[in-house]
């Protein structure tokens, strides 16, 4: 059996790499798995770059950071494998949805909609003297980040003027938004759920409703130690494989919501996790619910295979927000930490390409499609940003 | 010159906060403050304004002062965290003993080398305690169990004490087992039969 450590943060996205392990798929690829439950995406980047973990649950524009040396020492990490498309959902307090419901023209489900609302709402608060309203995310490196910032800009609302972005953990968002500290927050599940479950927040937008794919998680693995071994690194692949076919069958929900549910896991009411794998979310105190087939694909629609579009994306965000320079030579890098090559040597057969997936691989509900050759094109399309 | 350094030390447990602060105050560093609650964290790491933030790893926040890295209105002076590319060594001894630290401004490599140092040898001492003082506290935990158990096994067979502990410890050699689990087994037979 070949040792190996694995951290995680306790998030439904970690299903693959959690089911992988505790239901023996590893142990079948002769991988002797040890998981390591995080509390910081800091800790799971330094312990991956360090050597401390052999692969890590990440969240994918860390991989990027990481390779490219943004904010932090520069360690080469490539994604194999991908944990995770969409799954975030953007939660409000009841005041601001209250607040943007009054303000908007139409149905705030529209993300346009809701995020001309909040520019409204923004200027209101402007105009009577109040604080700006501040929203929770979970890294600055992170999908949780870009995305507020994405749906909100196109609305006019500027992330860096108009409002406060702050990082939050994931456990505190909830207890954050009932005390006030924040209005708003993006993050995972099952903390979205959470809050709706407390009464004390809306889920306002699915991501998957702002970008049709977008790339949440990835395995990530040191370039460094790809290289060196080969071998168990197809192992892990199969393996992880083999778990996202298991977690994405229906038939399977119940057990695997079980396993992730359990304390040293992701510790919350397996229940909470079912409504995450079945795509339909209570969205509201008052009990409605919306449903999204789209909203977390752990390995269905060609999810697991990563996609160097979505890196594109990633750094296309890291740019437009003033975290990296543009040139060429990052881009490419950017795209290079995204191994579809690795994911299809494990395989064994090239992936079915997702059918109705959109045309650029992101499908942004605003602004023209994405070129992952040409971040210009998608800078120049808006008004608000800082490069 | 180091009393001029101010060091912020972000640490929910107080005890560890307090090893360190003590270490840092005996190298000259006067200058030193303690946060235990994370609530508002940069914040109030911003109204001290400190040159260095100490944060242990089991900290969630430790993703918050990620933040400070970022160009935005809210941060007033760029702070980095301390990583050398050609030091990996301390950054693994520091990962290894659980604490991270971050440095506002320009600071020399050199000063803020010997306060992490500093902060890795309280730590592992902190750790160490830690680990006698969980093993000192489950030793006496389970001398509380065999006492309950020998007064059990004491009452119902009309034993000695010295006969009721050999007993004991006799059934723990034969399974293969710790006198204290075959002491809370007694006990918990002794609670269903009553």
Redesign the interface.
Known sequence: MTKLRIGFIPLCDAAALLIAADKGFCAAEGLDVELVRE?????IR??LN?G?FDAAHLIAPVAIASSLGL????VPIIAPFGLGVNGNAITVSPALHEALVAAAEGDVGDPMVSARALARVVAQRKAGGEEPLTFGM???FSTHNYHLRFWMAAGGVDP??DV??????P??MVESLQNG?VDAFCVGAPWNSVAVDLGIGHILHFVSEILTRAAEKVLGVRQRWADENPDVLMRLLRAHQRAADFVEDMNNHEEVAALLAAPNRIAVAPEVIRRTLDGRLKVSPDGAYRSDARYLLVGREGAARPDPAQAAWLYAQMVRW??APLSAELLADAKRVWRPDLYDAARGAPAALPSGAPADGIGAFAGPAFDPDDIEAHLAAWTIR?S | MNALLKIVIVDANPIRAAILEDGLREAGHVNVERIADT??L?ARIYALDPDVVLID???????????M??????VRRPIA?F?D?SD?AS??AS??AGV?AYIVGNLQKERIKTILDLCISRFNAFSKLQDELDRAKSQLEDRKVIDRAKGILMKAKNLTEEQAYALMRKAAMNENKKIADVAQSVITAAELFK
């Open positions: 509390v910081s995406w800091s800790n330094d312990k360090i401390l904010g932090h020492v520069k979970t890294f600055p860096d003027e406060r972005l702050v990082v939050l953990p456990p505190y500290h003033g975290q800082r | 609530h508002n940069l790893l089991e900290n969630p926040s430790r993703d918050v002062l990620e933040q890295f970022q160009v935005s209105r809210a965290m990583v590319q990996t950054i693994q990962v290894d991270s």
